[in-house]
């Protein structure tokens, strides 16, 4: 070379520092991942922002359609259930109440069903570029997470429209949205990597959602399963959380057996999940 | 010099199904398990085909090197691409890299059509590895090198294939890492644009980086590249100085 470049003795600075790769058959070990998961955080947040910003510039709605869709519910249950067959409903206005289970829900309900075809959906990226995974399945609950929040700020209204004032159990409201994220990221995840193996998940999902809806307290509170069910009922992970966030919102007694049940189940889910997705993502990645 | 990739003994081996490489359904399976539970020979839902796309690949390479990897169509170079790029993992043999790798497989990857350009710039970088630091730092000279200015806020999908092209070029190979990797993506532009991103590939070397470079167009492999490696039904069957190496390779297309 005839020049000294000055970017060299910067490269050769940067090559000292740079991290050491090996690739070979063996699935990669799990603590690397998690390093490479968390160097590149940042991406997490741009893949959120894609899919925010391209929503909101295609969708006329908008934002407003974040909020319609668990309205539009309430509306319906409120119609059917409460009035037709007198649905229980703890004491709180049944509209009240159902849009406070239904916020939570459609949130799990869409982050499931974004979140499994979220892998085949990014496959042009997957295909080209290496970067963790894991990161697609997550930030697709991020977008619904910002949706969340959204429907929050009505539910805040709804709250003050029905007289329903400021008290010390509000503050565990945040406690089961971070279950609900949790478990939202792990289910998900799981299934994101299963839909690459079976390419039918997706045609079942619709069907299983629903189950899990009335498997859940969404609709009815969780105080009308009958005791001797109770237990077997509270292993739903999504039961203790939805009950739970309710119980928080409303000031009503906050089941501490099923709360706890709650977040050791989907802790547990998320820790499996963590540890088969990379190896089966890198076993699936050939069919794609 | 030491090497920055160690190369040992590749190779990748494909399950290709009857039904052209899709996955089995869930409702397979179970038709499959029920099958064999009742008796019937259920073999014939995993009637698997292997292929190997590449057999005992070894090479090093040093900093700074520009490599071009030619051969015919099917004859592994985007896999050992992949490979290198950690995107799909060997059947056997290992890799070992001391550096980062940024790859351009495909002229824009990550790219979204309807966000912009310099929306794009930002969501590109960071799929390739970049810190939002860092592309700030590198943003104007992106933009420079990729001459959009004054369609840095217009959705991409207006873009003429051209700016398109330049702007995906230039993230990648303002990214800097210890190894760039390069699949056809030079096919597409004009002449102006391979030797404006040839110059850079030049520079980017001189930095002391590593260049990887897939091309059927030996004309830039001859300007460009130090070396060359040819590949031919999933092995490497010469590995050295260009010249020879293009020349073995037109002889084996019956082109000389």
């Known amino acids: 070379m005839s020049s000294v470049n000055p970017g060299t003795s910067e490269s050769v600075a940067a090559q000292s520092r740079s991290p050491f790769i090996k690739i070979d058959a063996r699935p990669s070990r799990l603590l690397p991942q998690l390093s490479d998961t968390w160097r590149q955080r940042e991406l997490l947040y741009f893949l959120v922002w894609r899919d925010l910003k391209v929503r909101y510039r295609q969708t006329f709605l908008g934002i407003a359609w974040v909020v319609l869709q668990p309205i539009l519910m309430t509306i319906v249950f409120t119609v059917f259930f409460s009035r037709l067959g007198h649905f229980q409903s703890d004491g709180v206005p049944y509209p009240l109440f159902a849009y406070a289970g239904l916020v939570p829900w459609t949130f799990i309900a869409n982050s499931v069903s974004a979140g499994s075809g979220s892998l ?159 190896r089966w993502q890198e076993q699936l990645i050939d069919h794609l | ?109 990550g790219f979204h059509p309807d966000l912009s350009g310099r929306e794009n710039i930002f969501l590109n970088g960071a799929i390739l590895g970049m810190s939002r630091q860092e592309m700030r730092r590198k943003f104007d000279d992106i933009v420079g090198f990729a001459e959009v200015e004054t369609f840095l806020d217009t959705p991409v999908k207006y873009y003429s294939t051209g700016m398109y092209m330049r702007l995906a070029f230039a993230v990648a190979a303002h990214f800097e890492p210890e190894v760039l990797i390069l699949d056809e993506v030079l096919a597409v532009g004009d002449a102006a644009f391979q030797q404006k991103c040839l110059a850079k590939m030049k520079q980017v070397s001189a930095q002391g980086r590593t260049i990887f470079f897939v091309s059927h167009d030996m004309m830039s492999v001859r300007q460009f590249c130090s070396r060359a490696l040819l590949l031919e039904g999933g092995k490497l069957v010469a590995d050295g100085d260009v010249i020879p190496v293009i020349t073995s390779y037109l002889e084996s297309i019956g082109l000389q």
């Open chain 1, 120 to 278: 085949l959906a990014n496959s042009s990226i997957i295909t080209k570029v290496y970067f963790p995974r894991v990161l697609i399945p997550i930030a697709t609950v991020g977008v619904r997470l910002v949706d969340l929040l959204v429907a929050c700020i009505v539910l805040i209204g709804l709250m003050a429209f029905y007289g329903i004032g400021m008290h010390a159990s509000l503050m565990l409201v945040p406690v089961f949205m971070i279950g609900a994220t949790l478990l939202a990221v792990a289910v998900g995840s799981w299934l994101s990597v299963l839909n690459l193996r079976y390419r039918d998940v997706g045609t079942l999902l619709p069907v299983l959602i629903q189950l899990w809806m009335f498997a859940s307290p969404i609709i009815y509170p969780a105080s009308t399963v009958p005791e001797a069910w109770r237990l077997l009922y509270s292993f739903n992970p999504l039961a203790g959380i939805v009950d739970g966030f309710r119980a928080a919102l409303f000031g009503l007694p906050v089941d501490w057996r099923g709360t706890l049940i709650a977040l050791t189940v989907t802790i547990a889910l998320l820790a499996y999940v963590i540890s088969i997705f990379n």
């Open chain 2, 1 to 109: 010099m030491l090497p920055i990739i160690q190369v040992r003994d590749v190779s990748k081996q494909y399950r290709v199904t009857r039904s052209a490489m899709v996955a089995p359904t869930l409702r397979e399976v179970f038709a499959a398990k029920i099958k064999s539970i009742v008796g019937e020979n259920g073999h014939s839902a995993y009637n698997d085909e292997l292929f190997w796309a590449l057999r005992g690949i070894t090479f090093d390479v040093r900093p700074g090197e520009i490599v071009g990897i030619i051969g015919r169509n099917g004859a592994g170079k985007s896999t050992l691409l992949k490979i290198i790029s950690r995107i799909v993992k060997p059947t056997s043999g290992e890799v070992n890299i001391f550096g980062r790798v940024g790859s351009l497989l495909e002229i824009g990857t």
